[in-house]
Nanobody, 126 residues
Framework: QVQLVESGGGLVQAGVSLRLSCLAS????????MGWFRQAPGKEREFVAA????????YYPDSVKGRFTISRDKAKNTVYLQMNTLKPEDTAVYYC???????????????????WGQGTQVTVSS
């Protein structure tokens, strides 16, 4: 049973940085892709970043490219999302997700992932 637990969210002012963490447990993730999504009130959940657990290959949508960085620490079984120069429109619940068995691919859609965390709230004030 895969378990993903996010942490690091909070209320911050625009322009600052924040780092989210996702502690993964329950199995080996050597053949997994890991992703971050976010969902703002009244909006659909959207893709934010993905990383290959094995080779750290990454992918971002244009909306966050250059501001957000996804990384992983194999020893700690943790995936991070470093968010810089935060904007009010980054306000959302951020979710960590795992795509087990997706070696060589970085899914960008919800149905590409089979396990989800409970989410952590990020609120950016102007």
């Amino acid at each position: 049973q895969v378990q993903l637990v996010e942490s690091g969210g909070g209320l911050v002012q625009a322009g600052v940085s924040l780092r989210l963490s996702c502690l993964a447990s329950g199995r080996t993730f050597s053949n997994a892709a890991m992703g971050w999504f976010r969902q703002a009130p009244g909006k659909e959940r959207e893709f934010v970043a993905a990383i290959s657990w094995s080779d750290s290959n990454t992918y971002y949508p244009d909306s966050v490219k250059g501001r957000f960085t996804i990384s992983r620490d194999k020893a700690k079984n943790t995936v991070y999302l470093q968010m810089n120069t935060l904007k009010p429109e980054d306000t959302a619940v951020y979710y960590c997700a795992a795509a087990i068995g997706r070696v060589g691919t970085l899914p960008t859609t919800l149905n590409g992932y089979s396990a989800w965390g409970q989410g952590t709230q990020v609120t950016v004030s102007s």
